[in-house]
């Protein structure tokens, strides 16, 4: 069970809740339905980060594969050069090629890294968005039930 999910049974619990009399926005709710549901969310909140942080190792992983073949295409131009190397028009196609070959590796290594970042940013801030709003939600419904048993 998701954490989304439980808060949105323990809406529903709220929804479902009776009102107290002369009072528009008391209610009384299953204490012990609502702690399960605090007790749920415990229990998956490490989940939630657990996924946050294999979503981060992915993240290294996919820079450090992408580092592997820049380095690759490096090399691989560098050979090129090597061969090329016989005479002087020769040499110059080569570092031409070579140079070439480099800037599209330090490029595409950019680029790959930026969009990763970029990404993984995006993801690792909705999971902490979520997060934020789960805790949120659970204090104000901490709050509610506090409330709720004092005015008994």
């Known amino acids: ?5 439980i808060l949105e049974m323990m809406d529903d619990l709220i929804d479902k809740s009776v009102t107290v009399p002369f009072s528009n926005k008391k209610c009384m709710i299953d204490s012990e339905k609502l702690r399960e549901y605090i007790d749920n969310i415990r229990y998956n909140l490490p989940t939630e980060i657990k996924r946050a942080k294999e979503m981060v190792a992915d993240r290294s992983d996919i820079l450090n594969d992408a580092n592997a073949k820049a380095e690759e295409i490096i090399k691989e131009a560098e050979e090129r050069a090597k061969v090329l190397v016989s005479e002087s028009e020769i040499v110059k196609r080569a570092q031409e090629t070579a140079d070439e070959l480099t800037a599209q ?3 595409m290594d950019l680029s790959i890294r930026n969009a990763m970042t970029d990404k993984l940013t995006a993801t690792l801030s909705e999971a902490e968005k979520a997060l934020g709003k789960s ?4 204090k104000t419904m901490h709050e509610a039930v506090k409330s709720a048993s004092e005015g008994k």
């Open 135 to 138: 805790l949120k939600e659970i």
């Open 1 to 5: 069970m998701t954490i989304d999910e």
């Open 105 to 107: 590796a330090k490029a």
